[in-house]
């Protein structure tokens, strides 16, 4: 079953912009993680964010937590073309170390 | 950082036959490997917990007799597809946890295409 929803589905952006993409999850958690998937390959592993933490930053990245309203933001800053990809939160809901409840991602185009 | 990795990359079958997918923890010991199965345009769904030298632990709905896992060492997780269907065409991936770590990672997947 699917943890997380994330929104929007789809984001068309230009070069130099900023992309918002949000998660919102359903049972209490550990931590909370963002992958990115290039087309047909594998995942490469963003950022984790632990329940205790309310922002993070990595790079051109900055993550937030809110874990009252069960909820993610992942935020990618001057966004470049090779941005392009799908993003993915995931959770280990039952506990740390198990296996990853992934979201139905956000398809970011990043045009140049 | 950790390395995993999947082979075959790519393999394309006929309907019936079975088809071996192995992972390997290249660099660390992962006594828990996972498999993931992810159709196109969709995300990955947890097919399959396997921990090193026991049997693994199928979600609800994945059939452990067609989806034979075997995790004969700390370094490998092999998943064969029994007698695949058009419908088990999909990218295939797994992930490996060393220890007690939240992190996992993630193989590069494989892609399977039954005809």
Request: with cysteine; proline share 4%; aromatic share 8%.
């Amino acid at each position: 079953s699917q943890q997380g929803e994330e929104d929007p589905q789809a984001l068309s952006i230009q070069e130099g912009e900023n992309a918002t993409m949000n998660c919102s999850y359903k049972t209490s958690i550990n931590n909370l993680q963002w992958y990115r998937q290039n087309s047909g390959r594998g995942l490469v592993h963003l950022i984790l964010i632990r329940s205790n933490e309310r922002e993070k930053h990595s790079g051109r990245l900055r993550v937030t937590l809110d874990t009252s309203k069960k909820s993610s933001s992942l935020l990618i800053t001057a966004s470049r073309a090779a941005d392009t990809a799908s993003y993915f939160c995931a959770t280990p809901p039952r506990a740390a170390g198990t296996a990853l409840i992934f979201g139905k991602g956000t398809t970011l185009s990043v045009s140049s | 950082g950790a390395v995993v990795s999947q082979h075959p990359s790519r393999v394309i079958c006929k309907s019936g036959t079975s088809v071996k997918i192995e992972c390997r923890s290249l660099d660390f010991q992962a006594t828990t490997m996972f498999w993931y199965r992810q159709f196109p345009k969709q995300s990955l769904m947890l097919m399959a917990t396997s921990n090193e030298g026991s049997k693994a632990t199928y979600e609800q709905g994945v059939e452990k007799d067609k989806f034979l896992i075997n995790h004969a060492s700390l370094t490998l997780s092999t998943l064969t597809v029994t007698s695949a269907h058009p419908e088990d065409s999909s990218f295939y991936i797994c992930s490996a946890l060393p220890g007690t770590h939240n992190e996992q990672f993630f193989g590069p997947g494989t892609r399977l295409t039954v005809l």
